[in-house]
């Protein structure tokens, strides 16, 4: 989405945390989801925050500022199958959902 | 088993022929969307529908037309398709798409190429 940025590519090695950066506006801010891509796959849910915060669910984290239009995703002790693209989608009103271009993890032994 | 169902996965075709990518949810779900991904650009959504009968415009609808005659199926029409439409579809259910923690569900994706 234009108004969603987040970095390109991340590398890390296994065991280690990656923190990935989202920053974005959107009219009627009504939550933020992270989704996890593998190649060729469908999107699959990670993680919600419509409050600012932490959301912490097993290895991965989520933080929003709403006021900053900021948020991130954290992966702690990172596993091979982490590998993948992991999208930024804040929702707006009413069904209107925009998707950040992804940040594409490697992961390396 | 719940889930989004897409056909075709793969198409194959040309400038002009009208084609239609069909959607089905088993979800009892009232939001259903469409989106497409191009490298660099991420998912873009085409139409959205929050329930049968109400279709809303996306981001990038031009060229597309959708339609929601019952509730677990989106169909996506391109009338007639361009070479810049080749890129891969992705449609999405959710049980209200507007509430709460209410994640979207995603089908297999459908790889389009117009020639």
């Known amino acids: 989405g234009q108004n969603i940025d987040q970095p390109t590519e991340m590398t890390a090695t296994e065991g280690a945390i990656v923190q990935i950066n989202c920053t974005y506006q959107?009219?009627?801010?009504?939550?933020l989801f992270w989704y996890q891509q593998h190649a060729g796959e469908a999107p699959t849910f990670l993680s919600y925050?419509?409050?600012?915060g932490l959301e912490e669910k097993g290895r991965f984290s989520s933080f929003l500022s709403r006021s900053k239009g900021y948020s991130y995703l954290l992966l702690k002790e990172l596993q091979m199958k982490d590998s993948a693209s992991y999208l930024c989608a804040p929702r707006g009103s009413w069904g209107k959902f925009q998707f950040g271009a992804g940040t594409q993890v490697v992961v390396t032994p | 088993e719940a889930q989004v169902t897409q056909n075709p996965r793969y198409l194959i075709t040309v400038t002009g022929k009208k084609l239609t990518v069909t959607c089905s949810q088993n979800m009892n779900h009232e939001y259903m969307s469409w989106y497409r991904q191009d490298p660099g650009l991420g998912l873009r959504q085409i139409y959205y529908?929050?329930?049968?009968?109400?279709?809303d415009k996306g981001d990038v609808p031009e060229g597309y037309k959708v339609s929601r005659k019952e509730k677990r199926n989106f169909p996506l029409i391109l009338e007639s398709p361009s070479p810049n439409q080749t890129s891969l579809y992705f449609c999405?259910?959710?049980?209200?798409?507007?509430?709460?923690?209410?994640?979207?569900?995603f089908g297999p994706g459908t790889r389009l190429t117009v020639l």
């Open positions: 925050n419509v409050l600012d």
């Open positions: 529908s929050m329930n049968v009968e109400v279709t």
């Open positions: 959107t009219s009627g801010f009504n939550g």
């Open positions: 999405a259910s959710s049980p209200t798409g507007g509430f709460g923690t209410d994640t979207q569900y």
